[in-house]
Each structure stands twice: as structure tokens, then as C-alpha cells.
């Protein structure tokens, strides 16, 4: 018998549908409620979906609201609906799926891809076939609604619809058929076919490739459509089988080339921006260089023109108003994530990253943080995608590939732009000489003693938005300007840059204090030291901010005063820079609530800080102890009432990671005087931090485990009495594969701090801990920051038990002497060479076979300790008694350079 709804129900839900448009948050709020209720009610998605599909005279918004519930109510509650509610709701599906209204015809296609999402093809097998055979309708209505279901079908399923069902392969069958669409006389059918098709693209379809010479015939007849949404989706399939199939565009690259260069160009900018992202992905592709560059004259000229503001670019940002005291909006304020933070060790000076995964930086593949073309100095420049970004972008990369190349066709442009006096003209010009800094610094640096100064000048510009671009642009010539060799010529300039960077700091539109901002932090971490004699204005200037900044701003202040304080560390804790600062700071402290996600960048800010001042930190170290404990304690007790009952909002673990590290940086900033915060803590700080290094998050136990680390090195008497619990804990997240980067590698590092501490008393973990770490020093897959602070626990746990250690010398003494020969020279370092020299002693004979990487690793030391040097000079003479007469033969493999070192330095 045919479901029938009964009318008193369908009344209220057609009433509480028609209600959820309503501007009344209140109003949307109980609706919410209230259809969120009906989901235990066994037809209710029988009755909405009769809603969308069978009362055609009601109206669309409540009929499309109908099918957007049904899909959320498909998706989330997918296993509770009733077979019977299910099967309904596919009839219907495929009866109204040539519904006269095209908002509905769309939404019945979401929620036809819905089910198919969750249910899975082989569940809805007439499903397919249906679609298929009604694209050969005469009904416009019909053919338009299954295309919008398979459009969405094929986006979401694309493997699956690569695959056999029984007997069958979807893709096979689809993709000619949608290739027959191209020449189709209805414009949205011919782009329901291309969206079609492209989503097999990327994902390499057999089906597609297998039909690929009939697909690119088809594609390029409708290069020149006369639709600009057509040609749209094809600069799309080019640019994505350029990505992925690059070979199949070879024979064709020429003609392809020139179409892009005249689609680049186009007056419709959608068409011009998929044309202009070609070149960014053709620059990506190591093997289509040479076909790229006799292109380049023509190309940077297109780009340099894509790169200049358009009147509707300028009459959105409105960016040349006197706005600082204007409310910054909330969607102008983008989501912060913190992410925490590793323990790493910085390269000596002119060394190359060595050794396994050089390549990656400690990225953990399992982390939540894969983000796309993001540096921080770039974000203002690159974000918000258009036609002006992805030009830059393209610069950007063509200036990495084919680095000086580049400037042939660019400088007499560049020159021409900015002294242009148009001042869109000039913006631009200046946007590229920041965006071809990285590739191309070697071939700018002639001209850069011209440049920069031109730069600094044109800070003072009428235009804010001149203004702004020149702040990013300084920022990218940061590195050039403080290594000037001329010592007078440096500090004239660094002295110009601070004073004009400062200048926009406090500018009076917001955008060029974000600007400026940025830039000064750019330029703190490269000019570190240098900054030392200019602390004063520089503190007092941004001090100043403070009472500038609206909420954004604030946020970017926040991150120049934390890499300040990283930048010039111990010398930031004169009292008179203490007394300008730790004021403004604290009054923003106290003005963010605990849940408040703007306080990411303040207690960020405030850890480094807390490292620079060191003890002078401590009289606000109280207060900022026990919040980062309460906001920390209140995480961990939300996550436990969430396991409780599911249905409460669960916490946000960034507030949590972001604390831990706050407590990391006041426990290295104090030292031993944080004992006393410890021994006062409430909550006790050991019970929670036990909590989070057993967190189902990564980054919480990674920041647990640095927090572990740091606690080790200045209180570790608190640490000691719970070392049974601790270390079989820790030992347990160094995984031998490497597996979560970020925690694997803190937890490695604090074993080493506490073996440094706790001495003998390792002997009974020394075993398990070399079972994990050693194949992390071993390893050619990890990253450098990992295999090098493995390599140093494992020094440090050979200076506490070398006999213990000795034994296993020769499976790791080679990769060990490479990672961390370039390692700069510091304590930690010292510790883990002094430790291997322990082993060595016990197990000279574990050397043997890499004397020679021992020795290169000994060299690369620029000033070992007199400790040290002397057990370096003790090792090698009674190498030379070892092997006696086999002593010069070894040595003669040597090159002289490295034996005239050895014989100057140790006399061997």
C-alpha cells in the first residue's frame, strides 16, 4: 500500500519549513530544534521528501528546504532510516528528477548523490542506468536534472564509478556517452558534460585515458565556444591533464600554449583565471621546462598586466580610507589554528640539510594541518584567489624554476611600472619585484642597492595601497638588506627600514598597519641581533600600537612581538623595555576570556616572551600559570564529560595545545624558579600533564611532551618520582617508523633530557628505547628534525650507560655521524658526542667501518668544549695505536685537506 501523509503533520512541517527562513535567530534556532526532534519519528523522511517531489504548486524555497534537511538527515542518520523510508525516498528521487523547478531539480540531485554516498552504488543499482537513459530525452527538464545528479555522482564517486559492478564499469559507459554532450546545441548541457568528465581527470580513469584522443579532439573543438563558462572548464581540463598527464598534452603544446596565452587575456575573468592558473601548474612540471621557456617574453608580459588592481578590486577593498578606527567585521577575521610547536636543531652555518627526509620539515601526515600556498608573509598577498593573486603566484614559481631566466623580460617592465605614475601601475611593479625575491635574488641583487631604496621611499606614498604592497616587498628583500658586507652601509640601511616599517605600523589605515606589521616580523627573524641597538624605539612604537589596533590588527601585533622576543631573546628583559611592554600585554590578557580564539596569538606571544625575559618574567608569572592550568584542567574535564554523553559540544583542543606550550615557555624562561608555580599548582600540574601525553590528539601529546621535556631540564626533581609511569608512556610514542612526526619527535627529545638527569637509573628502559630509536637514526624516510634528535638521545643515553649502548655501535654509528655533523654547536650536541665518545671506548671495534664519517663529523665542530676537544684527541691517538701499521694506509683515503685538519688539531 502507497505511503500517504497524514495532513495534520505535513500542515505543521510545511509551516515549521516555510518558519526556518525567518530573520529571527531566535525563530531559526527553535525550528532547528524541532526538526532535529522528528528524526525519531520512523516516516519523517518520507515526508519531506513527498514535500520536495510531490507539491509542485508549493513554494521553492520550502520544497528546496525540504530535499537540504532530507540530504543532512540521509548523511547523518543514515543507519536508523527504515528500509522501507529509504526505498521511498529513492522512488521519488528518480521520479521528480525532471521537476520543472531547476532549484529543485538540483537538490534532488544532491540528495540522490547523498544516498549513493552513503549507501554505495552496488545498494541503488538501477540508479546508473536510469540516469544514463535519461540523458537521450527530448525533455530539456529531464536531461538537465540527470545531469545535475550525475555531475554530483561523479564528483563524488569517481573511483567507484572506475570499478566493476558485476560485470559492469560504470566509467566505461559514461564517459563516451558524456563526450557525446560536447557538441550538444544547449550551452548548460555542454558544461554538465565538461564538469562531468574533469572529475575524472586528477583521479587518471582508465576509462577516460582509454578514450583520451576522442575526449582532447571533442575538448579543443570547444576551445573557441562562444560561451565564456564553456571555455572555462576547458582551460580546466587542460590545466588539471597538465598536472597529472602532462604526455598527453605534448604533441598538442604549441597550440596549447598560445590558446592559454589569449585565454590568460581574456575580458572574462573566470576564463582568465582558470587560463592563468596553466601557468602555474606548467612552471610545477620539471619535465615541461624546456617546452616552457622560449614562451617566457610573451608570458611575464600577460602576467605583469594580470597583476594590476581592477576598478572592482579597488571598490571592494576600499583601501585607501582612513579607517583605523573603524570595527574591524567579523568574516574580515580569518580562523586561527595553532599548531604546536617541535624541538628542532638549527643547521650550522652553511650547512646543508643531510640526511634522511631533508626534504620535510618534520611534517606529520597524519596531523590536521596540510595547508596550501600559506606562508605567513605571502598570506596577505596570495589569499582570496583571483586573477591578480594566481598572476603573482605564477611569477612567483616561473621566478623559482628558471631563477634569472626570468629577468630578461621582466626588468625593462618592471622599470617601466614603477616610476609609472598611475598608481596601479606602480603597485604592481612592485608586487612583482616582492614576488620574484625568492627564485631570482641572485640576478636582483645588482640592482637591489637602486631598489630597496626606492622602496623605502615609496613607503611614504599617497595610496594605501601602495603603501601595504611595498611593506610585503621589503619583507621579502629582508635577508639581503642584513647581510650588506659594507658594516656602515648595514646598519644605515636596517636603520631605514625600522623607521620606515615603523611608520606603517602606526599608519592610519588598517591595512598598511597589517602590512607593515608582517614585514617588521619578516625582518626580525632575519635581522635577529642586529635589531639590539634599535630595541628602544622599536618597543616603544609598538607599544603604541596597542592603542591603535583594532581586534585584527591586534592579532598580527601580538606575532611581531613574539618573534621579536625569538629574535633578540635575553635582551629584550632590560627593565625599561620590561616596563613599556609586559603593561600592554597584560591589559589584553586580561580582556580575553578563556574561550575567547583570539587568545591563540597573545599566550603565543606571551611563551616567547617568557623565554626572552627569563627570570624577569616572574612577576607576572603567576597569574599567567594558573589560567593556562584552568584553561587546560577545563579542556581535559570537557573531554571527559564528552565520552560520557556524545551529545555534548566537544572542546577545542587548540586552547588546550596553546597552554601547554604557554607552560613550556614560562618553565625554559624561569628555570629552577618555576619550581615554586609547580609545587603551587592547582590542579596539580603532573596529574594533567599525564592526561594530555595520553591524549587521543597528536598535537596535544606533542605539546605535552615538550612541556615533559622542558620540566625535565629545569625541575626535574618534580619529574623523578614519577618515572615508572612516565617513561613506558613515553617510550611507547617513539614509533620506529617515524609515525606521527611531531610527538614521535618530542617524545624523543625529552628521553634524552631526563637520561641526562636521571643517569644510571635508565639502564632499565636503555634496551627498549634503542629498539625504537635507533631505526629512526637509521632511517632515510623521517624527517631531519627527528633523525637528528634521535641520534641525540642516543648519544645522551651512551654518556649515562655506555655499556649498554656499546654493543649496538655499528648499526647506527654511520648515519649517527652524518645527522648531526651539521648540526650547530651547542649543549645538546656537545652532550651526545661526548656520550658517543663513551661508547666508543667501550666498543672501539664499532667504529671501524665509518672512521672516516667519525672524523668528518669531528671537524665540522667550530669550538668543541676543552672536555670534549681532549676526548676527541684521546679517541683518534688510540685509534692510531689500534691500528698501528694500517694507520696510513686508512689515512691515505683520506683527502689531504681533512688529514692536514686531524694532524693540525690532534696531532695524529
Not at 63 to 84: C, M, S, W
Not at 456 to 465: E, I, V, Y
Not at 875 to 892: N, Q, R, T, V
Request: charged share 25%.
Amino acid at each position: 500500500m502507497e505511503w500517504k501523509p497524514q495532513p495534520e503533520g505535513l500542515q505543521q512541517l510545511l509551516q515549521l519549513l516555510r518558519d526556518s527562513v525567518s530573520p529571527d535567530n531566535a525563530q531559526q534556532m527553535s525550528v532547528q530544534e524541532k526538526l532535529k526532534s522528528f528524526n525519531a519519528i520512523p516516516d519523517y523522511n518520507n515526508y519531506l521528501i513527498y514535500i520536495m517531489s510531490q507539491m509542485p504548486h508549493e513554494d521553492t524555497s520550502t520544497r528546496t528546504i525540504a530535499g537540504l534537511v532530507l540530504k543532512n538527515n540521509i548523511r547523518t542518520h543514515f543507519e536508523q532510516i527504515q528500509p522501507a523510508v529509504l526505498e521511498y525516498v529513492k522512488q521519488h528521487c528518480l521520479t521528480s528528477i525532471a521537476d520543472a523547478d531547476p532549484m529543485v531539480r538540483s537538490t534532488v540531485g544532491i540528495v540522490i548523490t547523498t544516498v549513493v554516498a552513503r549507501a554505495g552504488l552496488t545498494s541503488w543499482p538501477q540508479v546508473l542506468p536510469r540516469l544514463m537513459e535519461l540523458l537521450d530525452s527530448q525533455d530539456y527538464n529531464t536531461v538537465e536534472g540527470a545531469f545535475s545528479a550525475l555531475e554530483k555522482i561523479c564528483e563524488d564517486s569517481t573511483r567507484d564509478l572506475d570499478k566493476d559492478h558485476a560485470g559492469v564499469h560504470p566509467a566505461s559507459v559514461m564517459i563516451p556517452k558524456f563526450i557525446s554532450f560536447f557538441q550538444h546545441e544547449n550551452t548548460k548541457l555542454r558544461v554538465h558534460a565538461l564538469i562531468c568528465i574533469n572529475q575524472f581527470i586528477v583521479p587518471q580513469s582508465p576509462a577516460l585515458f582509454a578514450n583520451i584522443d576522442a575526449y582532447l579532439v571533442a575538448l579543443f573543438t570547444l576551445a573557441t565556444d562562444q560561451h565564456a563558462d564553456v571555455r572555462k572548464h576547458v582551460c580546466h581540463a587542460l590545466v588539471m591533464l597538465l598536472e597529472v598527464r602532462p604526455d598527453v598534452l605534448l604533441p598538442h603544446i604549441n597550440n596549447i600554449v598560445e590558446y592559454m596565452l589569449h585565454s590568460t587575456q581574456e575580458e572574462d575573468e573566470a576564463v582568465a583565471l582558470e587560463a592563468c592558473e596553466f601557468w602555474l601548474t606548467f612552471a610545477e612540471q620539471d619535465q615541461m621546462r624546456d617546452h616552457l621557456l622560449p614562451y617566457l617574453p610573451r608570458i611575464v608580459p600577460i602576467l605583469l598586466r594580470g597583476m594590476v588592481y581592477n576598478e572592482m578590486d579597488i571598490l571592494t577593498l576600499l583601501g585607501d580610507a582612513e579607517d583605523e578606527s573603524a570595527p574591524d567585521r567579523e568574516e574580515d577575521i580569518k580562523p586561527r589554528h595553532y599548531h604546536s610547536k617541535q624541538h628542532e636543531h638549527k643547521l650550522a652555518a652553511g650547512a646543508e640539510a643531510n640526511g634522511a627526509g631533508a626534504a620535510g620539515q618534520g611534517d606529520d601526515e597524519d596531523d590536521e594541518d596540510d595547508e596550501d600556498y600559506d606562508d605567513e608573509d605571502d598570506d596577505e598577498i596570495f589569499n582570496e584567489w583571483n586573477l591578480r593573486k594566481c598572476s603573482a603566484a605564477a611569477i612567483d614559481v616561473l621566478a623559482t624554476v628558471f631563477e634569472s631566466d626570468i629577468l630578461e623580460s621582466l626588468l625593462p617592465l618592471l622599470k617601466e611600472k614603477l616610476y609609472n605614475q598611475d598608481w596601479k601601475e606602480r603597485e604592481s611593479g612592485i608586487l612583482a619585484l616582492g614576488a620574484v625575491a625568492d627564485g631570482c635574488m641572485d640576478g636582483m641583487r645588482p640592482h637591489l642597492p637602486t631598489l630597496v631604496p626606492f622602496l623605502l621611499q615609496s613607503l611614504g606614498d599617497s595610496n594605501a595601497l601602495v603603501r601595504s604592497i611595498t611593506c610585503w616587498t621589503i619583507g621579502r628583500y629582508s635577508e639581503w638588506i642584513v647581510t650588506l658586507p659594507n658594516d656602515e652601509e648595514r646598519r644605515q640601511m636596517i636603520v631605514a627600514v625600522i623607521e620606515g616599517l615603523m611608520r606603517m605600523v602606526l599608519d592610519n589605515n588598517k591595512r598598511v598597519q597589517e602590512a607593515g606589521c608582517s614585514a617588521f616580523a619578516t625582518f626580525e627573524e632575519e635581522a635577529c641581533e642586529e635589531l639590539v641597538p634599535y630595541l628602544d624605539p622599536i618597543i616603544t612604537n609598538l607599544a603604541f600600537a596597542f592603542k591603535k589596533y583594532q581586534r585584527k590588527n591586534m592579532l598580527i601585533l601580538f606575532d611581531a612581538i613574539g618573534t621579536l622576543a625569538d629574535s633578540v631573546g635575553a635582551e629584550l628583559s632590560r627593565q625599561e623595555y620590561v616596563d613599556k611592554l609586559m603593561p600592554m600585554l597584560l591589559e589584553q590578557w586580561q580582556k580575553l576570556p578563556d574561550n575567547d580564539r583570539d587568545l591563540f596569538a597573545l599566550l603565543e606571544c606571551l611563551a616567547s616572551v617568557a623565554v626572552a625575559l627569563g627570570p624577569s618574567f616572574q612577576p607576572f608569572a603567576g597569574p599567567v600559570w594558573d589560567r593556562s592550568l584552568r584553561i587546560i584542567n577545563g579542556n581535559l574535564m570537557q573531554g571527559q564529560a564528552c565520552v560520557q554523553d556524545p551529545t555534548l559540544e566537544p572542546p577545542d583542543q587548540d586552547f588546550l595545545i596553546v597552554s601547554l606550550d604557554l607552560l613550556s615557555g614560562l618553565v625554559q624562561g624561569l628555570g629552577p624558579h618555576v619550581e615554586a608555580l609547580v609545587l603551587a599548582s592547582q590542579p596539580p600540574l603532573l596529574p594533567l600533564l599525564g592526561m594530555c601525553m595520553r591524549d587521543a590528539s597528536n598535537e596535544v601529546r606533542q605539546s605535552a611532551y615538550a612541556l615533559l621535556g622542558d620540566m625535565a631540564i629545569s625541575c626535574f626533581k618534580h619529574i623523578e618520582p614519577h618515572l615508572e609511569q612516565i617513561m613506558p608512556e613515553l617510550i611507547s610514542q617513539i614509533d620506529p617508523t617515524g609515525k606521527h612526526v611531531g610527538v614521535c619527535n618530542n617524545a624523543s627529545w625529552a628521553a634524552g633530557e631526563i637520561s641526562m638527569r636521571a643517569g644510571a637509573v635508565m639502564q632499565k628502559w636503555i634496551n627498549w628505547l634503542l629498539e625504537r630509536l635507533i631505526p629512526l637514526v637509521t632511517s632515510t624516510e623521517v624527517p631531519r628534525s627527528l633523525h637528528e634528535n634521535a641520534s641525540i638521545t642516543v648519544g645522551r643515553l651512551g654518556l649515562v650507560c655506555p655499556t649498554l649502548v656499546a654493543p649496538q655501535l655499528e648499526s647506527f654509528a654511520k648515519e649517527w655521524c652524518d645527522a648531526l655533523k651539521s648540526v650547530q654547536d651547542d649543549g645538546e650536541k656537545e652532550s651526545a658526542f661526548r656520550g658517543l665518545c663513551e661508547v666508543i671506548q667501550a666498543n672501539p671495534n664499532g667504529m671501524l667501518k665509518c672512521f672516516y664519517e667519525f672524523c668528518e663529523a669531528i671537524l665540522q665542530w667550530q669550538a668543541p668544549s676543552a672536555e670534549l676537544n681532549d676526548l676527541f684527541g684521546k679517541i683518534l691517538h688510540a685509534y692510531k695505536g689500534m691500528l698501528a701499521a694500517e694507520w696510513d694506509s686508512s689515512m691515505a683515503c683520506f683527502p689531504q685537506q681533512m688529514r692536514m685538519a686531524l694532524h693540525e688539531r690532534y696531532g695524529v
